[in-house]
């Protein structure tokens, strides 16, 4: 089974800042990564997939990149809408989906 | 837009069966994944498992031995059986709507990611 790590697990920053998340993967996924973003209470929200294909509607401050076993979630000037916890998730076996640890985003 | 809602007992005994039933609204059942993914209080999201639109099931390895998903397109819903639960199967439970990428290297599509959830629903397992 494809284990995900990310890191950190927990970012501090402040509104303006650039962020960047890593999330690897325990062996090649090829492009086949996503990425969202969740808040507390609510449904966890699709930001990116295809590792690097940015969701309809999402804003265009967030990118991604990576392929194979290393990938990144970047926040170019972080919002006050953006604390919130994100999530890698790896779709690469159509047989088993895994999930990153998850990267909680805080004000610093 | 496409709207899932998940329902079902908020409270369930341990060793019973705990049974979700997801609502898809737009009428998209009969294409596309539909998943189940949860969350334990204080921790990370865990996917369970997923009913593809042709009725195939795969399931969390760790989960397998006590997992079913199930659709019923004629009502747009799908459902979730967890049997033999314990205190560690209490959390919020989401269902997903699972979309395919074509992988042109190998004429395949990959499953899933998830572009559509629910709001979630807390299922805590207690006497």
């Known amino acids: 089974d494809i284990q995900m790590t990310q890191s950190p697990s927990i970012l501090s920053a402040s509104v303006g800042d650039r962020v960047t998340i890593t999330c690897r993967a325990s062996?090649?996924?090829?492009?086949?990564l996503a990425w969202y973003q969740h808040k507390p209470g609510k449904a966890p929200k699709l930001l990116i997939y295809k590792a690097s294909t940015l969701e309809s509607g999402v804003p265009s401050r967030f990118s991604a990149s990576g392929s194979g076993t290393e990938f990144t979630l970047t926040i170019s000037s972080l919002q006050p809408d953006d604390f919130a916890t994100y999530y890698c998730?790896?779709?690469?076996?159509?047989?088993?989906?895994?999930f990153g640890g998850g990267t909680k985003v805080e004000i610093k | 837009q496409v709207q899932l809602q998940e329902s079902g007992p908020g409270l369930v005994k341990p060793s019973e069966t705990l049974s979700l039933t997801c609502t898809v609204s737009d009428g998209s059942i009969s294409s596309y994944s539909w998943n189940w993914i949860r969350q334990p209080p204080g921790k990370g999201l865990e996917w369970v498992g997923y009913v593809s639109h042709i009725g195939t099931t795969y399931y969390n390895p760790s989960l397998k031995s006590r997992v079913s998903i199930s659709v019923d397109t004629s009502k747009s819903q799908f459902s979730l059986k967890l049997s033999s639960v314990t205190a560690a199967d209490t959390a919020v439970y989401y269902c997903?709507?699972?979309?395919?990428?074509?992988?042109?290297?190998?004429?395949?599509?990959?499953?899933?990611?998830?572009?559509?959830w629910g709001q979630g629903t807390l299922v805590t397992v207690s006497s």
């Open positions: 997903a709507r699972g979309r395919e990428d074509y992988d042109i290297l190998t004429g395949y599509y990959k499953r899933n990611h998830f572009d559509y």
């Open positions: 998730q790896q779709y690469n076996a159509y047989n088993f989906l895994s």
């Open positions: 062996q090649s996924i090829s492009i086949w």
